[in-house]
């Protein structure tokens, strides 16, 4: 930081105190010194001592500004994170229940695979992260000894040869591994035996898992020897996807799903106290006050969704915080920018939903906010459409009836009906 940019930063009334203090301590100190001296009143002995002092004292007094320049750095650095997928776990908040629901799976004798359900943008790739995070899994798994791989299947993963050797270098990297194995199907099968002969588990976190399912070059044989490692290896998969692997009518993947756990786990919106947390310890970090009408306004703009709370949070720092506007001010500029940020998301997303699933939601958002029972739409179908939108967090329940959670998108949605 520049001499300008410190000048600029401490404000003139800190440092004409602090100059104050320092003159007034100096003269004061003197003063004492120059009475009790052999030379009293002597005024090189006075002068001497005031010089003596201001050496003594401006250290501190440097180092009391440069404690104040950092804290208001600190407080000038937005909390929030939008945009990548979160990497460090103490940056992560909420899903307790989902991280408790994937560890379980994991413990007793015998490994199950989870299939991790979520739209996009909500949150996937950040969970992924969270529960492979090494500090993470020794609080929950400490008295196992489990290895958990992350593979992004759009991450050059090309064919069954580039997944097997990912996979392979990755173990390899992770565990330390000097000696050499083909980096194919028997080559996997033989590190994972030697493994297995350690009594270490392996987890593979298959993101992005339509990639896999919709490309014909992974193949029925790809699957089925998927399927035949979990049977017969201690080794559990992950998927991750926005669509339920068992929506997809491929033959190919019917059997290979029969070793999952039937029932997903899916990413929907945060519960309150979760939503709370969210917004108020990132707060904390950087001294920015939130009041009870900024984050129940933050809550029904952004919805349950992190990604969406993050956001909204981010613009709400940035216009509260360093322009210091007042709430009816920061409401309206927020959501004006929110929404012309998020458009394209929306339209994206709207892209990829099936005609019940935008039915509703026409219907949800043509009498926003008020909820609706939908009692004269239901059909079967219809119900478990509901069920699979209130899972992903996009519509919330109140009152016996249901609502769009994000206020925003509700008004976005009327613009585009």
């Given at each position: 930081?520049?001499?300008?940019?410190?000048?600029?930063?401490?404000?003139?009334?800190?440092?004409?105190?602090?100059?104050?203090e320092v003159i007034l301590g100096g003269i004061l100190s003197a003063a004492i010194y120059t009475l009790i001296s052999e030379k009293l009143g002597s005024t090189l002995t006075f002068m001497f001592s005031l010089v003596v002092l201001m050496i003594i004292i401006t250290p501190f007094l440097i180092y009391r500004l440069y404690k104040y320049v950092k804290v208001e750095k600190i407080r000038h650095i937005n909390p929030y994170i939008v945009g990548p997928p979160i990497r460090n776990p103490n940056d992560f908040f909420g899903r307790r229940n989902e991280v408790h629901t994937f560890y379980d799976r994991l413990e007793g004798s015998q490994l199950q695979s989870s299939m991790i359900l979520a739209v996009n943008r909500a949150g996937k790739t950040s969970f992924l992260n969270y529960v492979s995070n090494k500090e993470t899994l020794d609080?929950?798994?400490?008295?196992?000894?489990?290895?958990?791989?992350?593979?992004?299947l759009n991450s050059g993963i090309n064919n069954p040869q580039d997944f097997y050797?990912?996979?392979?270098?990755?173990?390899?990297?992770?565990?330390?591994?000097?000696?050499?194995?083909?980096?194919?199907?028997?080559?996997?099968?033989?590190?994972?035996?030697?493994?297995?002969?350690?009594?270490?588990?392996?987890?593979?976190?298959l993101d992005e898992f339509e990639t896999l399912?919709?490309?014909?070059?992974?193949?029925?044989?790809?699957f089925i020897g998927l399927r035949s490692l979990v049977s017969y290896s201690d080794i559990a998969l992950c998927t991750a996807s926005f669509r339920n692997p068992h929506q997809n009518q491929s033959d190919k993947i019917?059997?290979?799903?029969?070793?999952?756990?039937?029932?997903?786990?899916?990413?929907?919106?945060?519960?309150?106290?979760?939503?709370?947390?969210?917004?108020?310890?990132?707060?904390?970090?950087v001294s920015f006050s939130l009041s009870t009408e900024d984050i129940l306004a933050i809550k029904t703009m952004a919805g349950g969704l992190p990604s969406c709370l993050q956001h909204v949070a981010?613009?709400?720092y940035e216009y509260k915080e360093r322009y210091s506007k007042a709430l009816p001010q920061v409401q309206k500029l927020v959501e004006a920018e929110f929404t012309q940020q998020q458009d394209s998301y929306f339209s994206r997303y709207i892209g990829q939903l099936n005609p019940d699933e935008t039915f509703i939601l026409t219907l949800l958002a043509g009498e926003y906010p008020k909820p609706n029972t939908l009692d004269q739409h239901e059909s079967k179908q219809r119900i478990t459409t509901v069920k699979d939108l209130l899972n992903y967090g996009i519509i919330?329940?109140?009152?016996?009836?249901?609502?769009?959670?994000?206020?925003?998108?509700?008004?976005?949605?009327?613009?585009?009906i």
């Open positions: 930081m520049t001499t300008r940019k410190i000048v600029k930063l401490v404000p003139r009334k800190l440092i004409t105190n602090y100059l104050i609080r929950y798994m400490g008295d196992y000894d489990v290895l958990i791989i992350y593979v992004d050797s990912h996979v392979y270098n990755k173990i390899r990297e992770k565990r330390k591994i000097s000696y050499s194995i083909p980096s194919d199907m028997e080559g996997f099968k033989q590190i994972l035996t030697r493994l297995g002969e350690k009594n270490r588990k392996v987890v593979i976190l399912a919709s490309s014909d070059v992974f193949d029925s044989n790809f019917k059997e290979f799903l029969d070793i999952f756990n039937p029932d997903p786990i899916y990413l929907g919106s945060l519960d309150l106290e979760e939503a709370d947390d969210l917004l108020k310890r990132p707060a904390e970090k981010h613009l709400w919330a329940e109140k009152n016996e009836g249901y609502y769009i959670s994000s206020s925003v998108f509700a008004n976005w949605l009327k613009q585009a």
